[in-house]
Structure formats: structure tokens, C-alpha cells
């Protein structure tokens, strides 16, 4: 009776081990299909959320913004999302992204063109809409921002892939340069 008191604690112990090893493996980087450079003093996260991986990088807080003399306290950001589009094209499913943006809050389109990235076709829309964030140091609460994103389509594979660059309208002009010009030449997918 006393060696199944003792082995019983230690069984659960074990357990416990296993299940939180194999959790934190779910959990740790997830393979890439492609490879990005981001600036240095950016950091970024991948996770998979509802079966849509996403990668995930945000600018450093300046401390001062260049334009309008103010502390910076809402980080720019790029996140690049990877689905499952099967059945449909690079055209069709830009079209539905477009559809499906259109409904949001103050959804203005500026701009729309076929482009190209380091061979990839790929489509280009920048616009105008407002979202809510959460507020600098509440959990619970948020505002509403105006943001001027750019975003680039590609299909591959089976895959839509999306490159969102967020920025907010006043801040479009300091980060549009460095998204062209240093984030974007540097995704390639791999092969």
C-alpha cells in the first residue's frame, strides 16, 4: 500500500512533464514558408491562430514622432497571415480580401495595382480605414485610430498569403520608405 502512495505523486509528476513538453512544442516557432527581414530594433512574434498562421512585427516606440513633435505610443506594425485558398486564384482571392475589407469602418481604397516581389506576382491595395486598438495600459478598454495600411496579395501553393503594413495616416509618410524599401525587397519564399 505504501509503494502505490509513493508512485502515485510521482506518475502525476511525470505526466504533468509530458503534457507541459508537448504543449510548448505547439507553441514554439512555427515553420515559414518564406523568409523576411525586419529592421533592427523591430521584434517579432509567429503563432497560428484558427488554423491561419500569422508572423507578426512591430516597430520600436520613438520617442519622439518626426511630424507632429508628439511621443510616439502606438507601434507601427507588419503582420503577414498564410490560409488555405484552394479553388481560387490570386485574383479571386484578392478580390474577396478587397469585399471583405470594404465593410469595415471608414474603408476608403486609394490605391490598386498588380506589382511584383523578387519574381512573386502579387497585388497591392493601400487604404483608408479606422480601427480600435486597446488603449496604452488597459486590458479593457480601447479607441478608435486612423490607419492608412498597405497590403500586398500572393498566392502560392494553395496559399493566400497577405503582408499588412500598418500605419497610422500621420505616421504613413515616415514608415511607406521603409516598408519599400528595406522590409519588402528582403520576403522571398522558400523553396
Known amino acids: 500500500m505504501k509503494r502505490i502512495k509513493i508512485w502515485q505523486p510521482l506518475i502525476l ?3 504533468a512533464l509530458v503534457m507541459v513538453t508537448s504543449c510548448k512544442k505547439d507553441e514554439e516557432d512555427p515553420s515559414l514558408e518564406f523568409e523576411i527581414t525586419i529592421p533592427s530594433g523591430w521584434n517579432y512574434n509567429n503563432f497560428y491562430y484558427e488554423e491561419v498562421l500569422r508572423y507578426y512585427a512591430w516597430s520600436p516606440l520613438r520617442l519622439e514622432d518626426d511630424i507632429n513633435l508628439v511621443a510616439d505610443t ?6 503577414i497571415y498564410r490560409q488555405s485558398i484552394a479553388g481560387i486564384d490570386l485574383d479571386q482571392f484578392f ?3 478587397t469585399a471583405d475589407l470594404s465593410t469595415g469602418v471608414n474603408f476608403q481604397l486609394l490605391y490598386s495595382s498588380d506589382t511584383a516581389v ?3 506576382n502579387a497585388k497591392k491595395i493601400i ?3 479606422t480601427i480600435k486598438i486597446a488603449k496604452s495600459g488597459s486590458a479593457t478598454d480601447s ?3 486612423d490607419i ?3 497590403k500586398l496579395v500572393f498566392y502560392k501553393d494553395g496559399y493566400g498569403y497577405v503582408i499588412d503594413c500598418g500605419m497610422l495616416i500621420y505616421t504613413y509618410d515616415y514608415y511607406k520608405p521603409i516598408f519599400e524599401e528595406e522590409i519588402i525587397p528582403t520576403f522571398n519564399f522558400k523553396n
Do not use: R, S, Y
Not at 502606438?74 to 503582420?79: N, S
Open 13 to 15: 509528476i511525470v505526466f
Open 148 to 150: 492608412k495600411p498597405m
Open 95 to 97: 478580390t474577396a480580401l
Open 127 to 129: 487604404h483608408l480605414q
Open 118 to 120: 523578387n519574381g512573386e
Open 143 to 145: 479607441i478608435e485610430v
Open 74 to 79: 502606438i507601434q507601427e506594425d507588419m503582420v
